[in-house]
């Protein structure tokens, strides 16, 4: 079989991710529609409202329409960039949504390098030291790490470093009294990143030992040494290459749940970003939030995972023959 | 192995709870007392003693750790094999649905599904089984594709046995250590999201949770350390029993880990 150049590969893989984030909205929209409650009530106040008030609302969300119709109309509009209108914030979504992304985009982008960081060397220490102490001490933390219950970590956190120490803030993005920059951003960002990177770090520790302990039995390695290499040229130049592939996997594979996956630790340290709009929209009953919010969750999942196929190719080219 | 025998413990203490424990919603005048030795563990904003609540939290944490991931390996398990051995159609849509349940985090439909139509224990034990159910699929259709080339297969085919014979008797047989791996680590993670649930205060208000435990406790960090650390210890060990039983188990049989289970 001729093997499928890289375009026609990419955009197969695009066309399936298109598919399925349109299977993903129909499920959100016939969640949201079979939930109790009715959102026109909702937006009229109260229960017991004019009859027809509540049929001008449900004319103007167009509720009145058959699913299918809302659910294409939605799509339509969304791939516009249009992701509708948000009543009770009394502003379009893609505000809504914009107004966070940054705060979540730091948060994570932040929690992300340094999970990648601190897993990737510790995983290749803890391989290169496979059966020691260092090892067994970097598997007990790496366990823990993944056993912890992130918003008690968060708590934990928070009453070490801000009830008793005072070293760093409990919550929020910036201080009340809006007088710091960039200083006082990182001084609050510092203990949620830490939390949310923790777990991530934990799976990557593990993943890179495992590759990298495979990695280092194989004959280029002992070949690399025989030549004269010295140890730590063997580790990062010759197998950790060899080693990332599954690194890549788990990186990519939380790179679309950390924006919404935060959801936990934004509620701990009352940090603006997507998955505290999140939870307050699921709360509000904010319906077009909350679909946009979805649909953009699965959006960077999709595009995640076409990312790792893109780098996988990079990182090893005899991909690219099969 | 630890993680097992730990595990036991948890259950062997969760029943005597049951039979001794003082009641676990029972308020009293003594607010926020640090440990005693009345209250071992102290007692909460509302003077509720917090060893009784925590016994009784592991009551609620050991269901939704055990029912949905059994439920999970039972029809995973199933559709799995049949998906794997046969092929065609089933296998198809197995791995759209796979492909599906990956979109959209677990945590985030339960989230949604918890909020809309109140977090019922049951509700949320529906959500996870429903969610880990097509990744144990996976695991056991890729196992039984690896294995129903086997020679051993072909031996028992020549011996006249039937299809249903080879499912049943050699290939569940081979695929079970995966299964029981698989669902250690869901146990784990089913713990964290009713926890998680809870935390976020969408969870079931008529059982005790841990995870609600910490949330109450997040408002008086300063005042009442108890309230949060030792249900949060409770929390901790239980997860980590069980991704404890779950290293433990793939070391013994031999199984690819956490990170192939994860998801």
Same mark, same amino acid.
């Given at each position: 079989m001729?093997?499928?150049?890289?375009?026609?590969?990419?955009?197969?893989?695009?066309?399936?991710?298109?598919?399925?984030?349109?299977?993903?909205?129909?499920a959100t929209f016939v969640l949201i529609t079979a939930t109790p409650g009715d959102t026109a009530q909702v937006l009229a106040g109260q229960a017991g409202a004019d009859p027809a008030y509540l049929a001008l609302i449900r004319r103007r969300l167009q509720l009145d329409r058959p699913l299918p119709y809302q659910i294409a109309a939605y799509l339509r509009q969304s791939a516009q960039g249009d992701l509708g209108?948000?009543?009770?914030?009394?502003?379009?979504?893609?505000?809504?949504?914009?107004?966070?992304l940054l705060a979540s985009l730091l948060l994570a982008g932040t929690a992300f390098f340094l999970a990648a960081l601190l897993g990737v060397t510790l995983g290749v220490i803890a391989a290169h030291r496979r059966g020691g102490v260092v090892d067994a001490a970097i598997s007990v933390i790496s366990l823990l790490a993944y056993s912890l219950p992130v918003f008690w970590l968060g708590q934990l956190l928070i009453a070490l470093f801000a009830v008793r120490l005072h070293w760093l803030p409990a919550g929020g993005?910036?201080?009340?009294?809006?007088?710091?920059?960039?200083?006082?951003?990182?001084?609050?960002?510092?203990?949620?990143?830490?939390?949310?990177?923790?777990?991530?770090?934990?799976?990557?520790?593990?993943?890179?030992?495992?590759?990298?302990?495979?990695?280092?039995?194989?004959?280029?390695?002992?070949?690399?040494?025989?030549?004269?290499?010295?140890?730590?040229?063997?580790?990062?130049?010759?197998?950790?290459?060899?080693?990332?592939?599954?690194?890549?996997?788990v990186l990519t594979g939380y790179l679309g749940l950390i924006l919404t996956g935060a959801v936990l630790v934004e509620t701990v340290f009352v940090w603006p970003g997507l998955g505290r709009l999140l939870y307050d929209s699921v709360l509000a009953r904010d319906t077009p939030v909350l679909a946009g919010l979805l649909l953009l969750s699965a959006t960077l999942v999709v595009a995640a995972n076409i990312l790792a196929d893109v780098l996988y190719r990079a990182l090893d080219p005899r991909t690219a023959l099969r | 192995m630890v993680g097992g025998l730990f595990l036991l413990a948890m259950v062997g203490a969760t029943v005597l709870a049951a039979l001794a424990a003082g009641d676990p919603f029972q308020p009293s005048e003594t607010i926020l007392r640090s440990p005693s030795r009345l209250h071992p563990l102290g007692t909460d904003e509302l003077g509720r003693d917090i060893l009784s609540r925590i016994l009784s939290g592991a009551?609620? *944490?050991?269901?939704?750790?055990?029912?949905?991931?059994?439920?999970?390996?039972?029809?995973? *398990?199933?559709? !799995?094999?049949?998906?794997?051995?046969?092929?065609?159609?089933? $296998?198809?849509?197995?791995?759209?649905l796979m492909e599906f349940t990956l979109v959209v985090p677990r945590f985030l439909i339960a989230l949604v599904a918890a909020a809309f139509f109140g977090g019922h224990l049951w509700l949320v034990g529906l959500v996870l089984a429903a969610t880990f159910w097509p990744s144990t699929a996976r695991l056991v259709r890729a196992e039984t594709i690896s294995l129903r080339e086997r020679e051993?297969?072909?031996?028992?085919?020549?011996? @006249?046995?039937? $299809?249903?014979?080879?499912? &049943?008797?050699?290939?569940?047989?081979?695929?079970?250590?995966?299964?029981?791996?698989? &669902?250690?680590?869901?146990?784990?993670?089913?713990?964290?999201?009713?926890?998680?649930?809870a935390f976020l205060g969408v969870g079931d208000r008529n059982?005790?949770?841990? !995870?609600?435990?910490?949330? $109450?406790?997040?408002?008086?960090?300063?005042? !009442?350390?108890? *309230?949060?650390?030792?249900? @949060?210890?409770a929390l901790a060990s239980m997860v980590l029993a069980l991704n404890l039983l779950g290293d433990g188990l793939a070391d013994t049989w031999n199984v690819r880990g956490r990170e192939a289970a994860r998801g």
């Open positions: 001729r093997p499928d150049s890289f375009a026609v590969f990419l955009l197969r893989r695009l066309v399936s991710g298109l598919v399925l984030l349109a299977m993903v909205t129909a209108f948000s009543v009770i914030q009394g502003r379009p979504v893609r505000d809504a949504i914009g107004g966070r993005m910036r201080s009340a009294d809006g007088s710091g920059g960039f200083g006082d951003v990182v001084h609050h960002l510092a203990l949620p990143a830490v939390t949310l990177s923790l777990l991530l770090m934990a799976l990557i520790v593990r993943v890179t030992r495992t590759a990298m302990s495979e990695a280092l039995v194989e004959d280029y390695v002992s070949a690399a040494r025989a030549k004269g290499a010295s140890e730590p040229r063997v580790l990062i130049r010759h197998a950790l290459p060899n080693a990332l592939r599954p690194v890549v996997t | 009551a609620t *944490t050991l269901k939704i750790a055990i029912v949905p991931p059994a439920v999970a390996a039972a029809v995973g *398990t199933l559709v !799995g094999l049949l998906a794997g051995y046969y092929g065609g159609l089933l $296998d198809e849509v197995l791995l759209k051993f297969v072909a031996a028992s085919r020549s011996l @006249g046995a039937s $299809d249903g014979w080879i499912l &049943s008797r050699h290939l569940l047989l081979l695929v079970a250590p995966v299964v029981a791996v698989n &669902s250690s680590f869901q146990a784990g993670q089913a713990a964290l999201i009713e926890a998680g649930l059982v005790v949770s841990w !995870g609600a435990m910490l949330a $109450d406790a997040q408002s008086y960090l300063q005042v !009442g350390w108890w *309230t949060s650390v030792f249900p @949060g210890i």
